[in-house]
């Protein structure tokens, strides 16, 4: 008869289980290492992953732990901004406990990079969103915030730290270069982040997202269904004008309007034949 009792070493003090196997510093630990983020008076709850983790252990049961299990692993990376007048008036407004969001990284305009979430943690970042089949794009991806209000230029030295950035995760976590994308992509009906002003065309030439050959815009063909070529490449089509004008905002943001002309259906089908 075969013995039902585990053979592998049982803990039965289950109160500290995997929770020092997972290394997360504080918020406060963070911003004592770098003395550059002035903000006063930082006021961080205890650690949230940390309490769970306790709370998920059954304190009746005997404890042998399992070796196969997963935590998420991100696929994508969706690129914001913040549309607020700080990098420390953002990071403050992820960390009231009100507000429910949050991302996993922030880039001021200086550069500094501050990552607040372990990327293997599921932050709060896409809100109501959709890529292809994907209607859950917070559980797939990592999001970084960028300080911008929306309205001026993104500076050198914050491109710059988001590049180096992006081609850590990139490699890290084998992201495909399609899979760089922004809010306003997943969630057109009601984002437009991040703004006109982004360089798309400079983020692809590094491998991350994608771009159309400028120089090779051929004639559509009259079957071409520009609907459906959205659809294929992941947006969400259900609000048609909105969609186009988040496409165009990316692609021609020289003209970010609801409607496609003969020039913008050409970028359309170069980006549909050339990735997808």
């Known amino acids: 008869m075969v013995s039902s009792k585990v053979s592998a070493p049982i803990q039965v003090d289950t109160t500290k289980i995997n929770v020092d196997s997972v290394v997360i510093p504080s918020i406060r630990d963070t911003f004592a290492q770098d003395a550059r983020l002035d903000i006063p008076n930082i006021s961080a709850p205890e650690d949230k ?38 990098l420390a008036q953002t990071v403050r407004t992820f960390q009231l406990e009100h507000t429910k ?3 996993h990284y922030v880039i001021g305009r200086d550069g500094q990079v501050v990552q607040m979430l372990n990327d293997y943690l599921r932050s709060w970042h896409a809100g109501r969103s959709k890529w292809g089949t994907i209607t859950d794009m917070n559980s797939v991806s990592l999001g970084i915030e960028l300080d911008n209000n929306g309205r001026e230029p993104f500076s050198e030295a914050q491109i710059q730290s988001l590049l180096t950035l992006l081609e850590t995760l990139k490699t890290k976590y084998r992201i495909p270069f399609t899979n760089f994308i ?32 400028e120089s090779n815009l051929q004639p559509v063909p009259a079957n071409f269904n520009y609907v459906d070529a959205l659809r294929i490449i992941g947006y969400d089509v259900s609000n048609l004008p909105r969609t186009i004008a988040a496409f165009k905002r990316k692609f021609i943001p020289q003209d970010p309007s609801a409607v496609l002309s003969e020039y913008d259906r050409r970028v359309l089908y170069n980006l549909y034949q050339r990735y997808y």
């Open 49 to 86: 992953v940390g309490v769970q983790m306790r709370e998920g252990i059954n304190k009746n049961a005997d404890w042998s732990p399992a070796i196969h299990y997963d935590v998420r692993r991100p696929n994508y990376v969706i690129i914001h901004h913040t549309a607020q007048r700080s």
């Open 101 to 103: 969001v949050s991302a």
């Open 182 to 213: 922004g809010h306003s992509d997943i969630a057109p009906a009601r984002k437009n982040d991040p703004s006109v002003l982004f360089p798309w065309k400079r983020l692809a030439a590094r491998g991350f997202g994608v771009w159309y050959d």
